[in-house]
């Protein structure tokens, strides 16, 4: 199986940058795509940006376009997610999903336990 692992959290001022990593380890095969999703207090989890392995394809929600970047070192199995001009709309639980062939016949979505990301004004 694989696993996958989010770091990077914490606190910022509103207008300042955060990276955060998302590193997949274990028995990997490939990695389909990646995705960042985030969870505000009293909100569903939304996504932030995903990343295409084969291709380097980005796609991001509207309310980060522009602001945030999603790339990944595929050496590392590594995605980073790159948070610049942060508002304090932005805080909220940031989670990892990859979608890995871990050898058992069939892509299989893996998520991370989150990082907290608080952005205060």
């Known amino acids: 199986q694989a696993q996958v692992a989010e770091s990077g959290g914490g606190s910022v001022q509103a207008g300042g940058p955060l990276r955060l990593s998302c590193a997949a380890s274990?028995?990997?095969?490939?990695?389909?795509?990646t995705g960042w999703y985030r969870q505000a207090p009293g909100k569903q989890r939304e996504l932030v940006a995903v990343?295409?392995?084969?291709?380097?394809?980005?796609n991001y929600a509207v309310s980060v376009k522009g602001r945030f970047t999603i790339s990944r070192d595929n050496a590392k199995n590594t995605v980073y997610l790159q948070m610049n001009s942060l508002k304090p709309e932005d805080t909220g639980v940031y989670y990892c999903?990859?979608?890995?062939?871990?050898?058992?016949?069939?892509?299989?979505?893996?998520w991370g336990k989150g990082t907290l990301v608080t952005v205060s004004s």
């Open positions: 999903k990859a979608a890995i062939n871990d050898g058992r016949g069939s892509l299989r979505d893996y």
């Open positions: 274990g028995t990997i095969f490939s990695i389909n795509h």
């Open positions: 990343i295409i392995t084969r291709g380097n394809k980005t």
